[in-house]
């Protein structure tokens, strides 16, 4: 039988184990806990608590140097601009910026040249799309040293950026959307995740969000601030995506729930998305992303402009939804042309 022992020093744990034997320990919350030689109050003991105990103080914090990267980072981490970045943009910012300042932190943000960027983002060529991100982060963090006074120029500004070797979520094409739809029946919520996506043409993080608070004008529209940009958006609710809504129980307010009746984590609907992928035979690669491409191209195909198409899915700038709007237009002029195509015989 185990029996606890009184004690009364902070931090320490001891007992006697179904031996009989004493057992003592240092025990701080958020700690690993250190065996401790007894018996209680002897000098072994004492010279071991006294290490442990300090050996667990929470280190002294330090000032940053001035004019120091980690200074830099620490003031950009507390700028208005950074506080109105989504948390999951802000997240990604905190894990760069925590390995540049364990690296670099103690640099002079005046020294920095572009040739000094340019090797940070050169050593991470093997992971261009994560070398990019490091390259965004310090062009934002260099504009506002130069907002600031820290120096006059930005180094980052001319480091060009990577070729990344995938470009980004593949679209999804007619014939794997035709495939989910054939396995997920309108009613189920694999199909009602689905048809979120590619009617709304919206990020997963903004797709989890959406309910009943978000109807308007009868349930014929939808509006809702974009978690990323913080766009405001109104968009219409289509057909397809009307009868899958009319099917949640009167009660239900966010659209989407886990099995518990709890509302999805991003990652978590990745998860249960790619389970869901799986199950109807969809290929690996393709993502909720990707629906977000195909209603841009699906748009393009139907004739709608650039502007159209990022009133719709929300883009800040033209050049991303241009690159749909090209790829239709070339295949409508290819159409076009050989309809003006004239008979040709022989070997000419």
Not at 76 to 105: C, Y
């Amino acid at each position: 039988m185990v029996t606890a022992m009184q004690v009364r020093v902070r931090y320490v744990r001891a007992y006697r184990d179904n031996r009989g034997k004493e057992r003592i320990y240092y025990r701080r919350p958020g700690q690993p806990q250190v065996k401790l030689r007894g018996p209680l109050g002897s000098p072994a003991f004492l010279e071991d608590y006294n290490r442990a105990h300090a050996a667990s103080q929470p280190p002294t914090l330090r000032a940053p140097l001035s004019g120091s990267l980690e200074a830099l980072s620490l003031l950009w981490l507390a700028s208005p601009k950074f506080q109105a970045m989504a948390p999951s943009t802000q997240a990604v910012q905190r894990r760069i910026l925590d390995r540049l300042r364990k690296e670099h932190g103690h640099r002079i943000v005046r020294d920095a040249t572009e040739r000094d960027v340019r090797r940070l983002v050169q050593e991470r060529q093997d992971t261009p799309a994560a070398a990019n991100h490091v390259l965004r982060l310090l062009r934002g963090l260099f504009a506002h040293a130069v907002k600031e006074n820290w120096r006059t120029d930005n180094p980052a500004k001319g480091v060009e950026r990577l070729a990344e070797r995938q470009k980004g979520h593949p679209d999804w094409p007619d014939e794997e959307i035709a495939r989910y739809r054939a396995h997920w029946p309108v009613g189920s919520k694999p199909r009602l995740a689905f048809e979120l996506l590619i009617q709304t043409a919206q990020r997963k993080g903004d797709v989890i969000g959406l309910g009943r608070q978000h109807l308007r004008s009868g349930g014929t529209l939808l509006r809702f601030r974009q978690e990323k940009t913080g766009t405001d958006m109104t968009l219409p609710v289509t057909p397809d995506l009307a009868a899958c809504l009319s099917l949640l129980p009167d009660g239900q307010m966010v659209f989407l729930l886990t099995e518990a009746g709890a509302a999805y984590s991003r990652n978590g609907f990745y998860n249960s998305f790619r389970d869901w992928c799986d199950e109807a035979g969809i290929p690996k690669g393709y993502s909720p992303h990707g629906l977000r491409k195909a209603r841009a191209r699906l748009l393009a195909e139907d004739g709608a402009t650039a502007h159209e198409i990022g009133a719709w899915t929300g883009h800040k700038t033209l050049a991303e939804v241009e690159r749909y709007t090209r790829a239709a237009d070339q295949e409508r002029m290819a159409h076009a042309a050989l309809a003006k195509a004239k008979p040709r015989t022989g070997n000419g």
